[in-house]
């Protein structure tokens, strides 16, 4: 479904590449990528819908370019941006995308109903609370009968009832899934997922979230290492069983490695 | 999927559009009306004439600020059509049509306010009824200039973002506005050549406007025409012609650029 090749982007008049030859296949399987902020996810996901430019490496949907790819209607995300079309009310930006995604607006107004978001309706997006304008994304990006799920920090400023509640509407899609979240506490919500780590544009894994405590952190390239990281400040090593620091009850992937080093 | 309705609600929703678009020309309105004209005195085909050559003017400048409106409204739209032409029915074909239709219909609802403020306020100065005398051809030449303005507002702000980036997005933004004004303020106060009258859209257009409202064709020189009643014209066919000409050739560039969108986020232009 989505195959991302060798991908290394640097933005204009940047330093440093966002991405460092990231590559991920996404067939069947629903995948959660944690990093902190800045460390390449939502990069990694805009390069997925052709939102950014590719100067080296593939990104392919469906086995197509995804720069060649029009009116492929099962591919959707929350990214705020690509629901700037028209600056009007919540309400009728449902009623242009149904249109557009061939979809039933009263499906997604029901969500809305189901969210206790009925007021968004009424408002246009920039007259809403961020984590409101997260749920109007989140909700437009799982409506329309969506076969591949792009998410970009779905929980971000979004209050506990809710993430709840889109945690299991989240677990009731059928079909692949890519979520990526600086949240490590909520990794335990997807514990039969695939998992990733991003650091410093790197992509490392790929996991289950359910060996997430058998997972540790080393100095150094370790031998066996399930996966191994260049940072500034030096080579960390992802291993199995063993290792200087376990990944079980972390915080973030930065705490551990700044601890070892 | 008919992105009509929702062009236009989103556009009447913009404030900066009923700001500068509307409630500053009413403002030049009662200007030309009160001020700009104390002492003169005109006879009634003067006060039609002076009455249009401001028409054509404010109805001119209230558009160019819909076209400075989409042009930013597009700056911050890229993503959205980017995704849109990828991973929805969108088309850029579809998508140019419906804002074309959109503009087309915010040109007249624009220039009918100005015609009845312009009625209204002139009416009131000169203390006679002046109605405008083709209100047909008022509305067609509304339609038409709406158009362009968007065409116009499309390749400009496309070409910024296609090719170098949200740098210059500002400046390109108020493009449109600036030329305006200074078309519009060059052709009342100083005598243009006619080919220059003819060649420029903003010319164009308000000559169309002045034709609509006065019943008679612009002068090449309006100041003497007002004074003295008679100067040389302009001919509406070939005002037209070279707008058609315009609003094509202006529509064929906003196509391709359309087609080879590059997606822009704000984040970015916010960062410069």
Request: net charge neutral; aromatic share 12%; proline share 4%.
């Given at each position: 479904?989505?195959?991302?090749?060798?991908?290394?982007?640097?933005?204009?008049?940047?330093?440093?590449?966002?991405?460092?030859?990231?590559?991920?296949?996404?067939?069947?399987?629903?995948?959660?990528?944690?990093?902190?902020?800045?460390?390449?996810?939502?990069?990694l996901l805009k390069a997925a819908l052709g939102l950014v430019p590719v100067p080296r490496g593939t990104v392919h949907l469906r086995d197509?370019?995804?720069?060649?790819?029009?009116?492929?209607?099962?591919?959707?995300?929350?990214?705020?941006?690509?629901?700037?079309?028209?600056?009007?009310?919540?309400?009728?930006?449902?009623?242009?995308?149904?249109?557009?995604?061939?979809?039933?607006?009263?499906?997604?107004?029901?969500?809305?109903?189901?969210?206790?978001?009925?007021?968004?309706?009424?408002?246009?997006?920039?007259?809403?609370?961020?984590?409101?304008?997260?749920?109007?994304?989140?909700?437009?990006?799982?409506?329309?009968?969506?076969?591949?799920?792009?998410?970009?920090?779905?929980?971000?400023?979004?209050?506990?009832?809710?993430?709840?509640?889109?945690?299991?509407?989240?677990?009731?899609?059928?079909?692949?899934?890519?979520?990526?979240?600086?949240?490590?506490?909520?990794?335990?919500?997807?514990?039969?997922?695939?998992?990733?780590?991003?650091?410093?544009?790197?992509?490392?894994?790929?996991?289950?979230?359910?060996?997430?405590?058998?997972?540790?952190?080393?100095?150094?390239?370790?031998?066996?290492?399930?996966?191994?990281?260049?940072?500034?400040?030096?080579?960390?090593?992802?291993?199995?069983?063993?290792?200087?620091?376990?990944?079980?009850?972390?915080?973030?992937?930065?705490?551990?490695?700044?601890?070892?080093? | 999927?008919?992105?009509?309705?929702?062009?236009?609600?989103?556009?009447?929703?913009?404030?900066?559009?009923?700001?500068?678009?509307?409630?500053?020309?009413?403002?030049?309105?009662?200007?030309?009306?009160?001020?700009?004209?104390?002492?003169?005195?005109?006879?009634?085909?003067?006060?039609?004439?002076?009455?249009?050559?401001?028409?054509?003017i404010i109805a001119l400048f209230s558009l160019s600020t819909l076209a400075t409106t989409i042009t930013f409204s597009l700056s911050y739209?890229?993503?959205?059509?980017?995704?849109?032409?990828?991973?929805?029915?969108?088309?850029?074909?579809?998508?140019?049509?419906?804002?074309?239709?959109?503009?087309?219909?915010?040109?007249?609802?624009?220039?009918?306010?100005?015609?009845?403020?312009?009625?209204?306020?002139?009416?009131?100065?000169?203390?006679?009824?002046?109605?405008?005398?083709?209100?047909?051809?008022?509305?067609?030449?509304?339609?038409?200039?709406?158009?362009?303005?968007?065409?116009?507002?499309?390749?400009?702000?496309?070409?910024?973002?296609?090719?170098?980036?949200?740098?210059?997005?500002?400046?390109?933004?108020?493009?449109?506005?600036?030329?305006?004004?200074?078309?519009?303020?060059?052709?009342?106060?100083?005598?243009?050549?006619?080919?220059?009258?003819?060649?420029?859209?903003?010319?164009?257009?308000?000559?169309?406007?002045?034709?609509?409202?006065?019943?008679?064709?612009?002068?090449?020189?309006?100041?003497?025409?007002?004074?003295?009643?008679?100067?040389?014209?302009?001919?509406?066919?070939?005002?037209?012609?070279?707008?058609?000409?315009?609003?094509?050739?202006?529509?064929?560039?906003?196509?391709?650029?359309?087609?080879?969108?590059?997606?822009?986020?704000?984040?970015?232009?916010?960062?410069?």
């Amino acid at each position: 479904m989505l195959e991302i090749s060798h991908l290394t982007l640097t933005y204009p008049g940047g330093h440093s590449p966002a991405l460092r030859d990231v590559s991920l296949a996404l067939d069947r399987e629903k995948m959660v990528v944690v990093g902190a902020n800045g460390s390449g996810k939502s990069t990694l996901l805009k390069a997925a819908l052709g939102l950014v430019p590719v100067p080296r490496g593939t990104v392919h949907l469906r086995d197509r370019d995804v720069n060649d790819i029009t009116g492929d209607l099962g591919i959707t995300t929350n990214l705020g941006e690509v629901y700037r079309l028209m600056y009007v009310p919540v309400g009728d930006l449902i009623r242009v995308y149904a249109g557009l995604k061939g979809g039933d607006p009263r499906e997604i107004e029901g969500r809305f109903h189901d969210f206790e978001l009925e007021e968004t309706l009424r408002h246009r997006m920039h007259e809403l609370s961020t984590g409101q304008q997260k749920m109007v994304g989140n909700l437009l990006a799982m409506s329309f009968r969506p076969e591949l799920v792009l998410l970009d920090e779905p929980f971000d400023n979004v209050d506990f009832t809710r993430r709840r509640q889109y945690v299991e509407l989240l677990q009731s899609h059928d079909g692949p899934l890519l979520l990526n979240t600086h949240e490590f506490e909520l990794l335990r919500h997807f514990s039969d997922w695939d998992l990733g780590f991003m650091f410093e544009g790197q992509l490392l894994g790929r996991f289950r979230v359910a060996d997430l405590d058998r997972l540790y952190v080393s100095r150094g390239e370790a031998p066996g290492a399930l996966a191994v990281l260049h940072t500034r400040l030096g080579a960390f090593s992802i291993t199995r069983d063993h290792g200087d620091v376990p990944l079980k009850g972390a915080t973030s992937l930065n705490a551990v490695m700044e601890g070892i080093a | 999927m008919n992105l009509v309705g929702p062009y236009i609600k989103a556009m009447l929703l913009n404030r900066t559009l009923w700001f500068w678009g509307v409630a500053f020309m009413f403002f030049w309105l009662v200007m030309g009306a009160f001020v700009f004209n104390s002492g003169s005195s005109f006879s009634h085909a003067g006060a039609v004439d002076y009455t249009a050559s401001w028409y054509g003017i404010i109805a001119l400048f209230s558009l160019s600020t819909l076209a400075t409106t989409i042009t930013f409204s597009l700056s911050y739209s890229t993503s959205a059509l980017a995704y849109g032409f990828r991973f929805t029915r969108l088309r850029p074909r579809d998508y140019l049509l419906s804002v074309l239709a959109g503009s087309g219909v915010l040109g007249i609802f624009l220039s009918v306010i100005m015609a009845v403020a312009s009625v209204g306020v002139f009416s009131l100065h000169f203390g006679f009824a002046l109605v405008p005398a083709n209100l047909l051809a008022l509305l067609g030449i509304s339609a038409v200039a709406g158009t362009f303005m968007l065409v116009l507002a499309m390749s400009l702000m496309l070409t910024v973002v296609n090719y170098l980036g949200l740098r210059n997005t500002n400046f390109v933004g108020f493009l449109p506005l600036l030329l305006a004004y200074g078309f519009g303020i060059a052709q009342v106060n100083v005598s243009l050549p006619p080919w220059l009258e003819y060649a420029s859209p903003y010319t164009d257009i308000s000559s169309l406007f002045y034709q609509a409202f006065a019943g008679s064709a612009y002068p090449v020189d309006l100041s003497q025409a007002i004074l003295t009643g008679s100067s040389a014209s302009l001919q509406w066919p070939y005002l037209l012609l070279s707008l058609f000409v315009w609003i094509l050739v202006l529509s064929a560039i906003s196509t391709v650029l359309l087609r080879r969108i590059r997606p822009r986020s704000v984040e970015e232009g916010r960062q410069i």
